[in-house]
Nanobody
C-alpha cells in the first residue's frame, strides 16, 4: 500500500507560478510511473502530466504544454509539478497518483492509476 501526500497548492494571480510536490511512501517509488491529475468544480477528473519510473519520459496534456513541467526525484520519493503562466482555468484540486503496474510508461487514463493522494487546491484569480 502506498501513501501519497501532496502539497504546494494555494491562491495565485493569473500569470503566476506554483510548484506542487507529492511525497510517496510504502512502495518502491522508482519502479512506478507517476501522474498528476486535476478536478475542477463540476468537471470530470482530467490528466495533467505523467512521468515514467525513471523520469526520463514525460507526458503533458495539451492544455498545459509549455506551461507545466512534471519531474521526479526518486532519491527523495517525490514527484513535482512546476506550474508557470497559470490561468484561471487551471483552478482545480490537483492529485498525484501511482501507476498500478511497475515500469509501464505512457499511460494517461486515470483508471490505470492507483493510490491517490488527498489533493491540493490550486486557485488562480484573474
Amino acid at each position: 500500500q502506498v501513501q501519497l501526500v501532496e502539497s504546494g497548492g494555494g491562491l495565485v494571480q493569473a500569470g503566476g507560478s506554483l510548484i506542487l510536490s507529492c511525497v510517496a511512501s510504502g512502495r518502491p517509488f522508482s519502479q512506478y510511473a507517476m501522474g498528476w491529475f486535476r478536478r475542477a468544480p463540476g468537471k470530470e477528473r482530467e490528466f495533467v502530466a505523467a512521468a515514467s519510473a525513471s523520469g526520463l519520459s514525460t507526458f503533458h496534456a495539451v492544455s498545459v504544454q509549455g506551461r507545466f513541467t512534471i519531474s521526479r526525484a526518486n532519491a527523495k520519493s517525490t514527484l513535482y509539478l512546476q506550474m508557470n503562466s497559470l490561468k484561471p482555468e487551471d483552478t482545480a484540486v490537483y492529485y498525484c497518483a501511482v501507476d498500478s503496474i511497475p515500469y509501464r510508461t505512457g499511460v494517461t487514463d486515470p483508471a490505470y492509476f492507483t493510490s491517490w493522494g488527498q489533493g491540493t487546491q490550486v486557485t488562480v484569480s484573474s
